[in-house]
């Protein structure tokens, strides 16, 4: 069997080491080939196991599974603080319900807190053992390396501008004239899987959307990576890199981009809106850690009406499967489960069909998924 992958981000590069691990033959199409453009060089590399919802909860788990033999991943845990009663009520909440999971969690009193953080403002602070970070450039980079050790090939630059379905197979044709033939084909491009999908005649409602994230000026000497902390009543999250902090915010009104706005990839120029939010957002630090940020970056993501990603086969086009919506925390569980599926061993979770809004409205699925954007951090995990 052969499988092109269009897509050679965190996503692609998962699905091709998974797929290459059981000897399957595996072709990657990569439409940058240099600087990678998608979200995956955005992203700040947080790797959170547990979700309200109990599907992204297992993919997560089976995430840190695969990631934990790299070591472009650090097993750092992962924090949430609360700075009001309410707060502390609902990060009990969450850590039984992490418990139940299954998950070592626990709540405990604001101490021991990493240095950056304003301990002063926090009354509670939710803990979250099999939390990691990564750093999703090197991660990716580390999950390509393995997958090429089993046999994976990637070709680039290749866009892919066709594919069609030929003699129970498919062909795929790039920009630069190549043609290739495979019996199942990924669609694996992040924030341009819309124009893909459409290629097959599908509507994939997938909505780009506009972040904000920055770091301070570089200091000596390196530190290693503390876990991952996050404010989930004020919408903000921040975490060292290194030599570096970095801190983001999602207390904001939603940005989405228009897909005309993504030629040049997933970093847009800085919007000057974001500045009020990032100020705010340095309000959990300690005062000593405030900094005037030294890199701004804008960077676009795919969200979807409910906040789930898409993962299963393209209906009507057998032999076409989509892995969209996909983010560092649930790629690595999400590439196993999905050669499980294509190797005809498992059905994959109906809840992240890829037709489950098929019938519905095309602006009230932009508006939910929107309406969901400020809460992704207070639920969910990059």
């Not at 595996?26 to 790797?47: E, M, N, Y």
């Not at 970095?246 to 706005?261: C, L, T």
């Not at 299963?312 to 076409?320: D, I, L, R, T």
Request: aromatic fraction near 8%.
């Amino acid at each position: 069997m052969h499988v092109v992958i269009v897509g050679a981000g965190i996503v692609g590069v998962s699905v091709a080491c998974a797929l290459a691990g059981r000897g399957v033959a595996v072709t990657v199409l990569d439409r940058d080939g240099g600087k990678q453009r998608g979200s995956t060089a955005f992203a700040p590399g947080f790797v959170g196991v547990y979700n309200d919802a109990p599907v992204l909860t297992e993919l997560a788990r089976a995430s840190v599974d695969v990631y934990r033999e790299l070591p472009a991943f650090a097993p750092s845990g992962g924090l949430e603080l609360a700075t009001s009663s309410a707060g502390a009520e609902t990060l009990a909440e969450r850590v039984r319900s992490a418990q139940r999971a299954g998950l070592r969690a626990t709540l405990d009193a604001p101490r021991g807190l990493p240095s950056f953080v304003d301990d002063r403002q926090v009354v509670a602070v939710a803990r979250y053992d099999d939390d990691g970070v990564a750093t999703p450039h090197l991660l990716r980079a580390q999950l390509r390396a393995v997958a090429e050790s089993s046999g994976a090939q990637f070709v680039a630059p290749a866009e892919v501008v066709d594919m069609r379905p030929r003699g129970g197979g498919w062909t795929v044709r790039t920009a630069d004239g190549r043609t290739l033939t495979a019996d199942q084909v990924v669609l694996a491009a992040g924030i341009w899987g819309p124009g893909l999908a459409g290629m097959l005649g599908r509507r994939l409602p997938l909505f780009p959307v506009a972040h904000p994230y920055v770091y301070a000026r570089p200091r000596a000497p390196r530190v290693d990576p503390g876990p991952f902390v996050r404010w989930p009543e004020h919408h903000v999250y921040a975490r060292a890199h290194g030599d570096t902090l970095g801190i983001g915010s999602y207390d904001h009104r939603p940005a989405p981009v228009a897909p005309a706005a993504l030629d040049g990839g997933a970093g847009l120029a800085w919007d000057p809106a974001f500045d009020a939010p990032i100020a705010s957002a340095q309000s959990r630090l300690h005062p000593d850690a405030r900094f005037t940020p030294a890199a701004r970056v804008n960077g676009v993501f795919a969200m979807t009406p409910d906040n789930l990603p898409f993962l299963g086969p393209v209906p009507g086009a057998e032999g076409a499967w989509i892995a969209q919506a996909i983010w560092v925390t649930h790629a690595g569980g999400a590439a196993l489960a999905l050669s499980r599926a294509l190797c005809g061993e498992l059905a994959l979770p109906e809840e992240l069909a890829c037709d489950r809004f098929e019938d519905a409205p095309a602006h009230d699925l932009e508006t939910s998924a929107l309406r969901l954007y400020r809460d992704i951090y207070a639920h969910d995990s990059v």
